[in-house]
């Protein structure tokens, strides 16, 4: 793995984000470079060859420019902390869309042929043949995803009023009406929260 230079103490960092805020594409450019060995750690973690470890170390770095061009010091955090998330995320992106190709390939790898010699693949043989699998594959771990999301971002109200509006448990869906007399509350205080509830989920869902 190459080797890349040390990180930006912290006043230095304060001092390149100042001036990258303000427009400084060398300060941007500095802080880009001196990040390089958090996205080489990063990938390290994945354990790949030479060769996949270098591509890695490219999708990572758009994920540190992308942290860079939107990090935020008044959110208390530290830019390595939050370049942290969006090099993972990046990162992740590539895995779950090279997952996906690979199973479509894999359905439409031949796996024989009929009496007549014609090519089969998998998905001749599959029954229903409407269903598209590669999707729901997609569609799972979306769900597993916010769940997770519903778990750690919602208060307990929001949780509990989210989880019956939408049949999260039993698959049975409640209206706003009937979620206000169960819980004794007025049908406008639902939405309202109903309506935050969502807000919250498609911000941390979308990053």
Same mark, same amino acid.
């Given at each position: =793995?190459?080797?890349?230079?040390?990180?930006?103490d912290?006043? *230095?960092?304060?001092?390149?984000?100042?001036?990258? /805020?303000?427009?400084?594409?060398?300060?941007? !450019?500095?802080?880009?470079?001196?990040?390089?060995?958090?996205?080489?750690?990063?990938?390290?973690?994945?354990? =790949? +060859?030479? /060769? *996949?470890? !270098?591509?890695l170390? +490219?999708?990572?770095?758009?994920?540190l420019?992308?942290?860079? &061009?939107?990090?935020? &010091?008044?959110k208390g955090?530290r830019?390595?902390?939050?370049? @942290?998330?969006?090099?993972? #995320?990046?990162?992740? =992106?590539?895995?779950?869309? #090279?997952?996906?190709?690979?199973?479509?390939?894999?359905?439409?790898?031949?796996?024989?042929?009929d /009496?007549?010699g014609?090519?089969? #693949?998998?998905?001749?043989?599959?029954?229903?043949?409407?269903? !598209?699998i590669?999707?729901?594959i997609?569609?799972?771990? !979306?769900?597993?995803?916010?769940? @997770?999301?519903?778990?750690?971002?919602?208060?307990?109200?929001?949780?509990?009023?989210?989880? =019956?509006?939408?049949?999260?448990? &039993?698959?049975?869906?409640v209206?706003q009406?009937?979620?206000?007399?169960?819980?004794?509350? @007025?049908?406008?205080?639902? @939405?309202?929260?109903?309506?935050?509830?969502?807000k919250k989920?498609?911000?941390?869902? #979308?990053?």
């Amino acid at each position: =793995m190459k080797s890349f230079p040390k990180p930006l103490d912290s006043k *230095e960092e304060a001092d390149y984000l100042e001036r990258c /805020k303000a427009g400084d594409k060398e300060a941007r !450019d500095k802080l880009i470079e001196h990040n390089l060995r958090l996205v080489a750690h990063i990938v390290k973690k994945y354990n =790949m +060859s030479d /060769k *996949e470890t !270098d591509d890695l170390i +490219s999708i990572g770095t758009i994920g540190l420019i992308k942290a860079i &061009d939107t990090f935020d &010091d008044a959110k208390g955090i530290r830019l390595a902390t939050y370049a @942290s998330r969006c090099i993972d #995320n990046e990162l992740l =992106m590539l895995f779950r869309t #090279n997952k996906r190709l690979n199973k479509e390939v894999y359905l439409y790898d031949p796996i024989g042929a009929d /009496k007549e010699g014609n090519e089969i #693949n998998l998905l001749d043989i599959i029954e229903e043949t409407d269903t !598209d699998i590669v999707e729901n594959i997609v569609l799972e771990e !979306d769900i597993k995803k916010l769940h @997770s999301i519903i778990r750690r971002v919602l208060t307990e109200r929001e949780r509990e009023i989210i989880t =019956m509006r939408y049949g999260l448990v &039993d698959s049975k869906e409640v209206t706003q009406r009937e979620i206000a007399n169960k819980l004794g509350i @007025s049908r406008s205080y639902v @939405s309202r929260i109903e309506k935050k509830a969502l807000k919250k989920l498609r911000e941390y869902f #979308n990053e």
